[in-house]
């Protein structure tokens, strides 16, 4: 489905065909709502990043991506790293996991828009892999210019349904509008359930 299709036919399950009063660019903002949350319950959207961290000897933390939504899994050098947390070497004890000596990262953790390495890269761990290698879940781009992108054609319509109870649940005063609301809320509810697993499944498959 196109973006021209998609907002045709959220007029006309919404019944709002005046492209005056509701321009498309206005309709636009609702399914990038409907793509958000699909992406956030489904984790549909995702990017294999090669260049996005440069890692510097005896540099522990460094910036995520802008549109970072979840990591799913990071590499060093061909080598998959351990998930851990910050909490977790803190429990064990404390700032001891910032003072260890530099070596080849065997763990990462998140926090902030920060991810950090453990131990510490050294100058040997820059030379073997400086680029580490990482797929994440990533906010889904602008659907003015890249529609459903990564999203099946089967499953389009889900983010129509959301598009459409967003919509009618802003409708001033309207009980008519509100029960629409609701009954396509079900809808997306419903069906983005439907198809959970696979795009979870799909997001951590490796060629």
């Known amino acids: 489905m196109t973006r021209a299709e998609a907002i045709t036919l959220w007029r006309e399950l919404t019944n709002e065909r005046n492209t005056t ?19 956030r319950r489904n984790k549909y959207h995702y990017a294999d990043n090669t260049a996005g961290i440069t890692l510097v000897n005896g540099t522990q933390e460094y910036s995520l991506p802008t549109d970072f939504v979840e990591m799913v899994w990071v590499e060093h050098a061909g080598r998959e790293l351990k998930k851990s947390s910050v909490e977790h070497w803190r429990s064990k004890d404390r700032d001891a996991w910032r003072r260890e000596d530099g070596s080849e990262p ?85 069906e983005s359930g439907m198809v959970k697993e696979y795009y979870e499944k799909r997001s951590t498959m490796r060629g």
């Open 106 to 190: 065997a763990e990462y953790a998140l926090y902030a828009n920060k991810i950090v390495f453990r131990p510490k890269p050294n100058a040997a761990a820059v030379a073997t892999g400086a680029n580490p290698t990482f797929r994440y879940i990533n906010t889904p781009p602008d659907f003015n210019t890249s529609a459903f992108d990564l999203l099946l054609t089967q499953d389009h319509r889900i983010a129509v349904y959301y598009a459409v109870a967003e919509w009618s649940f802003t409708y001033p005063d309207s009980a008519a509008a509100f029960k629409r609301g609701e009954y396509y809320q079900g809808r997306f509810d419903q």
């Open 21 to 39: 009063s509701v321009p498309d660019t206005t309709v636009d903002f609702y399914f990038q709502a409907g793509l958000e949350t699909l992406n």
